[in-house]
């Protein structure tokens, strides 16, 4: 043989070459050491690696030993490698060098030298795990209990003792711990088998580099310091390092049947070889890993395909193609591994498939992997320059010793076409290859340079064996490396051209099973489900055929219900029908296609699907994972050739129809788990429609919880039907509140979408992130949407603040089959609404090959970010761009960072004008992005040619280093996560929205609405607060002012207007700083995270404006009260003084008269008294000058001020005002005439245009400012107080008119729809201010003719005479004058005090009933009343004058609260207490001062009270009148009188209706609830229902309910028949509206925003939304039609169905009511 260079090929020359030990020692005292040698790298300048060719060194070569069992192992240098206990004199070689390469080539050397740098990992592809080599002897088979002992102690060094009988499932392995985003180094032999499986799962070439950071500095320093030495006393482990094959087998060995066929599949995506027979360690019997692999699909090109350009695509464990096994026997000088690696790779791409002595870990001593047996595959791709083999082949490694692994060696005899044996030497009598039978041809592989060689031995083997020259392969001096590996190849590859021994390896489970090898599918649960998966799989001949008759629900009938809800919403196709009635027969056809649905009995297929999954948890996931493999394996059958027509059709613009019937072929022969699911779904929710004690629906209410189960243990659920284009709500929503239910409470989840063009690698990039399996397929991907759940670890949680992380996967957009179709772009828009609108985070994948799709992308995806902005969704989104060649070339990035901020900011300018939202010129305008931080940049996925091309490590690096900076932005949200119930309200409102034409105005969302509730009512509370510290304010400036000038003022200002001055600029002061505090909660509650805040933080700037408007409003009231007071303390000063001038005139006269008479010393009578004081006060008058007021002329004020109000309506408005006077207005009751478009628009109303008569409209609305200005002019005149002493008090003031003109501006501003021209406006105010003029004119002339001098004198004259009597008698006047005190001065003051507390008080306490909280519960409670009553009359006074009716319901409601356990008895009590401590107090302290007479008691008494109660000084003066009362009895009797008064107020109080007190309060608490009720009170323009909008100054009003137009009196002009339309659903039809706002001009329903800019009406959110009105309408039909003078309306047949019970349940859900 030595002689024949036919012998010696593949074999590398080697002089060198180490000479055999000529003694072998005993195999279990020594091991080899060898240490692999570092190399040093140059950067390259891609990224890319260089390593020189592992054969150009002999040294490196073949020099050591690979899977050899002798004891003596050849150092790398030529040395004898140490035995373990001496192993740190282990040698380790220079390091080799890297020269840099050119971008994109790669050389490959020691595939050792790098683990993070090493080549990439390939998806799809043949796997190859490359194993290393340990140099120790494989124990034998008996030797188990050794084995036993090892695996113990390796797993306990590994930390996974526990996972042995409690194995690893694929949900802990999922879950996102900190492991998975962060950088921790490897730092003990227990972080392993953990970095390990995170490097694995993101498919990381560099998975089997696992060197802890310990042993690397142990291998790769020079010179240990000290901070090495405490590094290395950090790792508890004792001994070596672990090798690679230990860890991938101790995983195995501990991991569940579900986590090996995940690890076999990412191994195999990875290109390493997988477990084939996986060694039991712990029994003598190995395990066949079927399973395992089953999962592996391969695709590929053989030779016989090469013409017609096809593929092979199968699942690799049923692939009949040949097997290759490579074995060692006894000591073997050669690396059989790296052999493999080098004769699997062509010369431009070296990849390690099997792990070997050079790479890290991978020369430390194997401990349980020995009998191992691997496989990996090559296919080729159809290119003879880079195929090395033109078939495909599958290559075995048995690790170890075939002479102690005689069962695997067996195996591989059986079912290989061919076995390459290695060795060093043969024993001539070797029985092992001698004895054995089997059809695999045997190939000698031996080393001639080794000593130990026998050119005998192997000749008498072969002789034995009947082995040709062919057979025998010998390496030898006169040929290197890469010599033999090429004549290697050429025995493998003429071996594949001439076997027939083909075989799958699901095959082989029978050869392995008569071996006494354990096969791992043989489990009882797996055979289970795979006989009930087979049942159902095996009945499917033909895919459409077998889809219409076992899952007939999700066709055509779902399809009609998903088109049949989409025209509900945009009712296309109505025609002329009536709207109402036509939205009524789409329910009628949803109905009956669900009792279609309902009578179809279920299938055979679908009762065992279901039976299957309702199984145990284990046997249900095997079930799942047969069922899809089984699918999968028959729909790739059938559709490849319709792929390729697909393609072929695609290409061409003018194949629309062809690609539609090609595009519905293959959705009908498409088959896949999720096509069971669907039916599943639409089973349960064809049940839902069913009576709830249907027995049908009671046997199916389970099937949610079952599905929400998978959910749990990682299947996906289906959001989006793909083929329907539609979510089945009911289905999903109790899916997810089932899962709510298993799940602990309150559950928070974090949702992270990925949206990108179809085939761009979105899916390959979550499956790298998260280690999932969401489809990947090189032909037509799945349409829609799919969710994954995955766990948040404890450690992690507290940073996300999340308990999971929903992954969800969609359709590609503007993908190439639906480009031809019609609607794709709406598809598309859809899918990118809803998924946006569902993420915390959007990952927008773009493909940087085609700008043109790019640009398409942006535009849908900024579309969908638009939508979000405005309806106050929020997510974030970050851009990947795949790739890209060259990442480190940063101002390429930079450059087209530019480019896509410019595109994204064109695109947001476009979508914006789509959305009539132009306000949004740029992108930063739609969200926050930094263009810096936002943008990722991906280089491509492959390193070379697939199916052999590995996954280029630099994509699994970038994709890892993406995760992490998503997890970060995650983190850092400001707002709080979802939980899964509002998850699942995300998907019901985001879809019925994406349904609508107009998503921004169709969106309703509970949680928005919830949210906003919640502001709503913070920010009333707030602004309660606001208003009740002015109105205390106020009460107080008021009581300064009338106390003002008096004994009791407190003020050191003594000058009216100067005091009123102050009080202005204080109020200001005061108003500023209120604003201040209103504007701070604003920011700190929009600052907090719960609460779902961020959702209405659209709204900060409306409430903000509000802040500001609360303050210009309470500033105009506060002055305008401020000027009123200075008016009528002005008016009674001047009274006053005058008054007291006359009235100290007749004192001194009575003083004078008593001393005349008094020296008369007579005795006298009263008659006698009486005559004196007669002609004294006769005497007396007449000598006085008596000066009266000058009246004023009110009508000359109200004039001025109402042409002032006028002024800036133009001169026709002016002109108006001259041709009246105003004494001629008001005279007679107010009748509009209709002028001008008014009139001409109901002339030429056609017989089918509903109208409500213009005339009709504008006298309500004058009636109704009438009424309002009328009330007030009441309140103006109205008092508790005697009819004389109101006429005193109340004089006029121009603040009055003022506010009237006030009234009516706000009142018209509510009714700016075009209605109210300026004629109107004008007339009406006009009429208005003549009667109020008049009526001021009363109030004026009766104050001065009361306040008359002479008048007021003559009055008090039996006063006066009295009190004459009483002094000249000598009479003790101290109890008649502390009765006449308390009575005449201090009880109505303190009445006074008492009604001012009440108001706010009052207000205080009803704001505690849910009705008041906000706005939205207010209206909810009045039409629930309404629905109570069940009285049309109720309802006509409602919608005829829904404020006065408002009005009216609070006052019920507050009475009917008040009179509740006494509530306003204690509310006066809690007032009147306070005043009457405050007066016995000022009683007290005026008695401690020292005072001589009374009247400085009194005043000492008075300014106590100075600052609460306002005591009239035109009653104190009468009372201070000749008073000679002894002050200390007066004082007694005084404190006894205040008791009596407050029994008799208690009494008084009791006695009163609480509605006569209700009016009497000073705040006017129904006022301010009439505020908090009605809000702007601006209603819809056209079915006249209310806004509910917050806040005082919302720019956008909307109302949650509208009703028939009918109701508010429209009606057919011809028929007269009311109308049923309601504007939510006339608002998405193609009807067209007319008024005075569009100046006569037609416009559509869907333009209504054109002409009322500041209304949103959102269309029903669905068919039962109006329930409500639908109801009223058609129970009153009648009563309405008679009562406006109207023919009944046709009721459509849906509404006569409606129950009250459905009535008040839509009211619930429209008010968002729980």
């Known amino acids: 043989m030595d002689n024949s260079e036919e012998e010696e090929e593949l074999f590398d020359t080697n002089d060198t070459f180490p000479e055999c030990d000529s003694q072998e020692k005993d195999p279990s005292t020594t091991q080899s050491n060898y240490v692999s040698p570092p190399e040093e790298e140059s950067p390259l300048s891609s990224g890319t690696r260089t390593v020189s060719d592992p054969c150009s060194d002999p040294l490196r070569g073949s020099g050591t030993m690979e899977d050899s069992s002798t004891v003596d192992v050849q150092g790398r240098s030529g040395t004898r490698s140490p035995p373990i206990g001496k192993s740190a004199n282990t040698q380790v070689s220079p390091p080799e060098e890297e020269t840099p390469l050119s971008s994109g080539t790669r050389t490959v050397s020691d595939p050792c030298s790098d683990p993070l740098r090493g080549s990439g990992t390939m998806e799809d592809s043949s796997t190859v795990d490359v194993q290393g080599r340990s140099g120790t002897r494989s124990p034998s088979i008996g030797t188990s209990a050794n084995t036993q002992t090892q695996l113990q102690t390796l797993l306990e060094d590994l930390g996974l003792k526990q996972h042995y009988t409690k194995k690893l499932t694929l949900s802990e392995i999922l879950q996102i711990d900190l492991k998975a985003i962060t950088d921790e180094p490897v730092k003990s032999h227990s972080d392993l088998p953990w970095y390990f499986l995170k490097k694995l799962m993101m498919i990381n070439v560099t998975a089997r580099n696992l060197q802890s950071e310990c042993e690397s500095s142990k291998d790769g320093a020079t010179e240990t310091t000290e901070s090495d030495s405490d590094d290395q006393s950090d790792i508890s482990d004792s001994g070596d390092m672990v090798n690679t094959l230990d860890v991938i087998t101790a995983l195995f060995l501990c991991s569940d049947s579900f986590v090996q066929q995940e690890m076999a599949l990412k191994m195999s995506m990875c290109q390493f070889s997988v477990p084939l027979l996986l060694p039991g360690c712990d029994t003598d019997q190995c395990k066949l890993m079927l399973w395992a692999m089953r999962d592996i699909v391969k695709l590929y090109r053989p030779q016989s395909l090469l013409q017609s350009k096809g593929f092979t695509e199968e699942r690799i464990v049923l692939s009949e193609i040949p097997m290759i096994s490579f ?186 099973r008569n071996l006494g090898i354990l096969v791992d599918e043989d489990c009882p649960e797996c055979q289970t489900a795979k006989r009930n998966a087979d049942a159902i799989t095996s009945k499917i001949k033909n895919i459409p055929d077998y889809k219409a008759t076992q899952l007939p629900l999700h066709g055509e009938i779902w399809k009609k219900l998903a088109d049949v809800e989409k025209e509900e919403f945009r009712l296309k196709d109505r025609g002329s029908e009536d709207l109402e009635i036509y939205i009524s027969g789409l329910q009628e056809k949803k109905i009956n296609l669900r009792k279609k649905q309902s009578s179809k009995d279920m299938s055979d297929a679908m009762t065992c699907f279901i039976s299957a999954i309702s199984s145990p948890g284990i046997e249900r996931r095997y079930f799942l994972k047969w069922m899809r493999m089984n699918l999968d394996n028959l729909s790739r059958e059938k559709l490849s050739g319709l792929r390729k027509q697909y393609k072929e059709k695609c290409t061409d613009a003018e194949n629309k129809e062809a690609i539609k019937v090609i595009d519905k072929e293959l959705s009908n022969s498409s088959l896949g788990i999720e096509h069971f699911f669907r039916e599943m779904g639409q089973i349960y929710e064809a049940s839902v429609s069913l009576p709830e004690q249907h027995p049908s629906r009671e046997q199916l209410q389970d099937l949610p919880q079952i599905c929400a189960g998978l959910l749990l243990d990682g299947f996906p659920l289906e959001l989006v039907d793909g083929d329907a284009s539609n979510i089945p709500l009911t289905w999903v929503s109790d899916v997810l509140s089932q899962l709510n239910e298993l799940v602990s409470t309150n559950n928070k989840i974090l949702v992270v979408t990925v949206l990108g063009v179809q085939s761009t690698g979105k899916s390959t990039l979550l499956n790298t992130m998260f280690g999932v399996q969401f489809a990947v397929s090189s032909g037509r991907c799945t349409r829609g949407a799919f969710m994954l759940l995955i766990r948040i670890n404890e450690d992690v949680k507290k940073v996300l603040n999340c308990d999971f992380m929903v992954i969800i996967d969609t359709e590609g957009l503007r993908s190439a089959e639906l480009a031809q179709l019609d609607d794709s772009y709406e598809h598309d828009n859809e899918l990118a609404t809803l998924v946006v609108g569902l993420s915390d985070i959007t990952i927008i994948n773009i493909a940087m090959e085609n700008s043109t799709q790019m640009k398409d992308i942006l535009q849908i995806v900024v579309h969908a970010f638009l939508r979000m902005k405005e309806v106050g969704k929020k997510p974030k989104c970050q851009f990947v761009h795949q790739n890209v060649s060259d990442v480190s070339a940063n101002e390429n990035t930079q450059r087209e960072r530019k480019l896509l901020l410019d595109q994204l900011n064109e695109m947001t300018e476009a979508a914006a004008k789509m959305e009539k939202k132009e306000k949004n010129k740029f992108f930063t305008d739609v969200m926050e992005y930094n263009p810096e931080t936002g943008s990722w940049y991906i280089p491509g996925l492959w390193n070379g040619n697939p199916p052999m091309a590995p996954v280029n490590a630099g994509y699994s690096e970038a994709v890892y280093q993406f995760k992490k900076n998503i997890t970060q932005i995650l983190g850092n949200c400001e707002s709080s996560a979802n939980d899964i119930l509002d998850f699942k309200e995300w998907i019901s409102s985001l879809w019925k929205a994406v349904k609508h034409e107009n998503f921004i105005f169709s969106f309703r969302n509970s949680l928005v609405a919830d949210a906003y509730m919640r502001l709503c009512t913070e920010f009333n509370n707030w602004e309660w607060d606001f208003k009740e510290s002015i109105y205390k304010w106020i009460t107080n400036a008021e009581t300064t002012i009338s106390n003002l000038g008096t004994p009791a003022s407190k003020s050191e200002i003594v000058d009216l207007k100067e005091l009123i001055l102050s009080l202005k600029s204080e109020v200001s002061t005061k108003l500023t700083k209120l604003e201040e505090e209103l504007h701070e909660k604003l920011k700190n509650y929009f600052e907090q995270k719960d609460g779902h805040v961020h959702l209405v933080e659209r709204y900060k700037e409306e409430f903000a404006n509000s802040a500001k408007s609360l303050r210009r409003d309470m500033k105009k009231s506060v002055d305008s009260q401020l000027t009123a007071a200075e008016a009528i303390k002005q008016g009674q000063t001047e009274v006053q003084n005058i008054k007291e001038n006359h009235t100290k005139e007749i004192e001194k006269a009575v003083c004078a008269l008593i001393d005349e008479c008094r020296k008369k010393n007579i005795q006298m009578g009263d008659k006698e008294l009486n005559q004196e004081f007669d002609k004294m006060w006769k005497e007396t008058v007449q000598n006085m000058k008596f000066s009266k007021p000058v009246p004023t002329n009110i009508f000359t004020s109200v004039s001025h001020f109402l042409r002032q109000n006028l002024e800036d309506k133009g001169s026709h408005a002016c002109e108006m005002l001259s041709q009246r006077h105003l004494q001629d207005c008001g005279k007679t009751p107010f009748k509009y005439k209709a002028k001008g478009f008014s009139e001409k628009f109901k002339k030429e109303a056609s017989n089918w245009l509903p109208i409500q008569d213009p005339t009709i409209r504008l006298q309500k609305i004058a009636d109704d400012v009438i009424d309002e200005c009328t009330h007030y002019l009441k309140e103006k005149g109205k008092t508790e107080e005697p009819e004389a002493d109101a006429k005193k008090t109340k004089n006029y003031s121009d603040a009055y008119i003022q506010e009237i003109l006030r009234i009516i501006d706000e009142i018209l501003q509510k009714h700016e729809d075009g209605t109210v021209d300026i004629e109107f406006e004008v007339s009406l105010k006009q009429h208005i201010c003549g009667i109020a003029a008049r009526q001021f004119q009363k109030m004026h002339d009766d104050f001065l003719e009361e306040n008359d001098p002479h008048l007021c004198l003559n009055k008090n004259k039996g006063m006066f005479c009295d009190r004459f009597k009483d002094v000249f008698n000598e009479r003790d006047q101290s109890q008649k004058k502390a009765e006449e005190f308390t009575k005449q001065c201090l009880k109505p003051a303190v009445e006074k005090f008492v009604y001012s507390k009440l108001g706010p008080a009052i207000n205080h306490e009803m704001r505690k009933q849910p009705q008041f909280n906000a706005r939205v519960f207010s209206q909810y409670k009045i039409l629930l009343d309404l629905l109570s009553k069940h009285s049309v009359s109720e309802y006509v006074r409602y919608i005829g004058s829904y404020e006065g009716f408002a009005k009216e319901w609070i006052l019920d409601q507050t009475v009917k609260h008040l009179s509740k356990d006494s509530k306003m008895l204690e509310l006066v009590d809690q007032h009147l207490d306070s005043s009457i401590r405050s007066i016995k107090d000022a009683i007290q302290k005026a008695t401690k001062k020292t005072s001589a007479d009374l009247e400085t008691f009194i005043n000492n008494f008075c300014q106590e009270l100075g600052d609460t109660l306002v005591i009239s000084q035109d009653k104190l003066g009468d009372f201070m009148m000749l008073n000679k009362a002894n002050q200390e009895q007066f004082a007694k009797w005084f404190t006894q009188f205040v008791d009596k008064m407050e029994e008799a107020l208690k009494q008084e109080f009791k006695k009163r209706e609480i509605k006569m007190i209700l009016k009497r309060d000073d705040v006017k608490s129904q006022n301010e609830l009439f505020t908090q009720v009605i809000g702007c009170g601006k209603q819809c323009p056209f079915c006249g229902m209310a806004c509910v909008r917050g806040g005082g100054d919302h720019a956008e009003h909307t109302a949650p309910l509208h009703r028939p137009t009918g109701l508010k009196r429209y009606r057919w002009d011809q028929t007269k028949k009311l109308v049923t339309d309601i504007c939510s659903s006339l608002v998405v039809s193609d009807n067209r509206f007319c008024c005075g706002a569009t100046e006569g001009e037609w416009v559509p329903y869907k333009e209504y925003r054109d002409t009322y800019k500041d209304w949103i009406i959102p269309p029903d959110g669905s068919y039962e939304a109006s329930n409500y009105w639908k109801y009223v309408m058609t129970k009153f039909n009648k009563e309405f039609a008679k009562e406006y003078g109207a023919e009944t309306a046709d009721i459509p047949t849906g509404w006569e169905k409606i129950t009250r019970l459905q009535a008040e349940q839509s009211l619930k859900k429209s008010f968002n009511i729980n």
């Open 327 to 512: 074995v060692r026997l006894g000591e073997c000088s050669m690396s059989k591994s790296e052999i493999l690696n080098k004769l699997l790779s062509n010369s431009e791409e070296y990849h390690d498939y099997f792990v070997h002595h050079d790479m890290e870990c991978g020369d430390s001593p194997r401990r349980i992997s020995n009998g191992l047996t691997e496989i990996t595959w090559y296919l080729p791709c159809g290119k003879k320059n880079i195929d090395i083999f033109s078939e495909p082949v599958a290559v075995a490694n048995l690790r170890g010793d075939i002479a102690s692994f005689e069962t695997q060696f067996s195996f591989l005899c059986q079912t290989s076409a061919a076995v390459f044996v290695f060795f060093d030497n043969l024993d001539p009598e070797c029985k092992l290859l001698t004895n054995l039978h089997h059809k695999a041809q045997m190939f000698l592989v031996s080393n001639q340079q080794s000593k130990c060689f026998s050119k005998d031995a192997l000749k008498t083997v072969a002789t034995k064996l009947g082995l040709s020259k062919d057979n025998i392969i010998t390496k030898n001096k006169k040929k290197n490396n890469a010599d033999f590996v090429k004549g290697l190849r050429k025995k493998v590859n003429d071996v594949i051209e001439n076997t027939k021994e083909k075989m799958c390896i699901e095959k082989m489970a029978d050869i392995a």
